[in-house]
């Protein structure tokens, strides 16, 4: 991820925000981390990871992250 094939299985951060762990199997998990939590209701914001596939070829993923109306108890 981000360019080093070396980071399969680690968590690195995304370019605005979040982690992401990519495995070898090209699966990956995203966490938002709190990084957007200052977004309210129907805003988003984008953050990529760009990493190496195989043969050397360079990827990007972007993910969008949409904010939710966050309902206090009580």
Known sequence: TNGNPADVGEVVAGSDGGLLIMYSDGSVDFSA??????????????????????????????????????????
């Open 33 to 74: 981390d709190g990084d957007f939590d200052h977004l309210d209701e129907g805003d988003n914001a984008q953050t990529t990871f760009t990493y190496e596939i195989e043969g050397g070829d360079i990827a990007t993923l972007t993910v969008t992250v949409w904010g939710e109306d966050e309902m206090l108890p009580g």
